[in-house]
């Protein structure tokens, strides 16, 4: 579950009345109940960006993808066209790669998985391209798996968090200082 930036409303991951996972967002009072997806691939991973959430799911290869989707249910579609594996499964151990986090500017997104080789690695994404770029190498000793953004002053900090409940930062400037 995934608080709206402006804090009026939340998405989520549940079942629809034909038992298939989707995406539903929700006022936080309680009303306004929409379901933004309609596929039959369970989806995990949400992140509410600016203007778009994104989640993991399954691509019609079969691979994990990052797939947008507007608030309002329009536009959903996979984030970067290509036949990479965009995260893991839910069910593998350890579980939990991807885990998609906007940039606070919305202009781009990062998330982890692994490289052809089953090494760690981060990937940014810039929205306007939709096209990944490496990011960095993450120590296959340090678990990271979960990252977030947060903006501070003139810098965009990008946090990783690992299964030992540590954390390691990247600091940038942000764009348009």
Known sequence: MVLSPDGTQLAYGAYDEARLQQVFVINTDGTGKKQLTEDPNKKWELAWGKDKIAYVSYGKDGLEKIFVVNPDGTGNAQLIPDNTRQGNAGSDKPPAWAAPSWSPDGKSLVYTSLDEQANPKMYRVIRTVQERVWYMTLNSGSGARYSAWT??????????????KSFSYWKEMSAGR
């Open 151 to 164: 903006a501070i002053n003139l810098y965009m900090y990008l946090i990783l968090i690992n299964l030992k």
